[in-house]
Structure formats: C-alpha cells, structure tokens
T-cell receptor
Framework: DSGVTQTPKHLITATGQRVTLRCSPR?????VYWYQQSLDQGLQFLIQ???????AKGNILERFSAQQFPDLHSELNLSSLELGDSALYFC????????????FGPGTRLTVT | DAKTTQPTSMDCAEGRAANLPCNHS???????VYWYRQIHSQGPQYIIH???NNETNEMASLIITEDRKSSTLILPHATLRDTAVYYC??????????????FGKGTKLSVKP
C-alpha cells in the first residue's frame, strides 16, 4: 500500500460526458502528479501540482483539467469524453516537486462507451 | 535526459536472482538512474535509484558500471510476485524544471515456478 488513494476504482461513461477523478496523496506529500496509461501510448505524464499550484504540464489535452485543493487532494476533470480517453489514470505523490521517488495510487480505470 | 534501452522480456526461475539490464550510454554526470516496476495494471512502484555507487535496499540492489553507461537491477531471490514490467528511468536530479517520470516500454519479467 503506497498511501496514495484514488477514487473511483472504475468508471464507465458515455462519449461526450464529463467525469472527475480524485486523488489523496500520502501524508506529508505536497506534490501530486497525474499519469495516463493507455494500451497504445503507455504511461504518459499529464500534469503536476505542488502545494496547490500547477508546476508542470505534459501531454494533457485541453479537455482535461486538474486542481489541487488546500488539503492537498487533487482532482482530474475530463470533459467531452471520447472513446480514446479510455485508459488507466494514475495519481502519484512525492515530498518535493523535483523528486523522482514517487508513490503511485492504484489507479482509476475509465471506460468510455 | 538520457535515453534508456532495456530488453523487451526476460524469464527467471523462482528463487533465483533476477538481473535486469539497462543501457544508458548517453547519461550525463548529474543524471540519476531510477527503477520502477508495474505489476499487472497496478500503480507503478518505486524500487531504487542511484547516481554512481551501488545501492541496496530491502527490495533490490542497483549496480551501476564505473562509466555509468549501463546498470543492472538485481532481485536477489525472485518470487512469483515479482512478475512485472520493470522500468529503468534516467532523470536529472534537481536540475530540471519538471519532476515527472518518463516511462519507456520497460522489461517484462516473468518469474516461473
């Protein structure tokens, strides 16, 4: 158990819909990262937050957005969903913003039908 | 960040040492080698990292060659639960602007009874 929690575990929704994925980092970790894992693209970094502020952006689509709240939990919002957004979404956390020693949650499996 | 090359797959007998190689011939002096693994569809798990000295923790040992162009992750007594995809990642520590990990395709290790 990494100490990072993600909800929900599974999500099935239709194209065009909007969903929110939630992540709680390990106790004491200030940095949160979101990664997407699809069959054809592998594990890809989406976005990073540190202490409530956006720190770095990866291959995140404009339809996707995220935020980190004062209690340090984070939410990833995916809108206008397409079939190709079906993937595993992982959240990770670390003590500082430049740490590559990151702890991953169990993931949310999103299926868009 | 330096590119890494890993074998696509490897087998190992249960109870034997698993030696996973990684080539990073273009690594620079301030880049660290990180190892993660991902057991089927679970969140990636941090294993170990190092700069130039060999490192050992409760999970594994990391051997980095003197010229730092390659490394080997050693699982001393592999069990069936070690079956996973192992990722070797090279990242500049505290020198870059982003703390995100960049995952390649990794090595699929199959531990067989």
């Amino acid at each position: 158990d990494s100490g990072v929690t993600q909800t929900p575990k599974h999500l099935i929704t239709a194209t065009g819909q909007r969903v929110t994925l939630r992540c709680s980092p390990r106790s004491g970790d200030l940095s949160v990262y979101w990664y997407q894992q699809s069959l054809d693209q592998g594990l890809q970094f989406l976005i990073q937050y540190y202490n409530g502020e956006e720190r770095a952006k990866g291959n995140i689509l404009e339809r996707f957005s995220a935020q980190q709240f004062p209690d340090l939990h984070s939410e990833l919002n995916l809108s206008s969903l397409e079939l190709g957004d079906s993937a595993l979404y992982f959240c990770a956390s670390s003590r500082d913003p430049l740490s590559y020693e990151q702890y991953f949650g169990p993931g949310t499996r999103l299926t868009v039908t | 960040d330096a590119k890494t090359t890993q074998p696509t797959s490897m087998d190992c007998a249960e109870g034997r040492a698993a030696n996973l190689p990684c080539n990073h011939s273009t690594i620079s002096g301030n880049e660290y080698v990180y190892w993660y693994r991902q057991i089927h569809s679970q969140g990636p798990q941090y294993i170990i990292h190092g700069l130039k000295n060999n490192e050992t923790n409760e999970m594994a040992s990391l051997i980095i060659t003197e010229d730092r162009k390659s490394s080997t992750l050693i699982l001393p007594h592999a069990t069936l639960r070690d079956t996973a995809v192992y990722y070797c990642i090279v990242r500049r520590y505290y020198g870059g602007s982003q703390g995100n990990l960049i995952f390649g395709k990794g090595t699929k290790l199959s531990v067989k009874p």
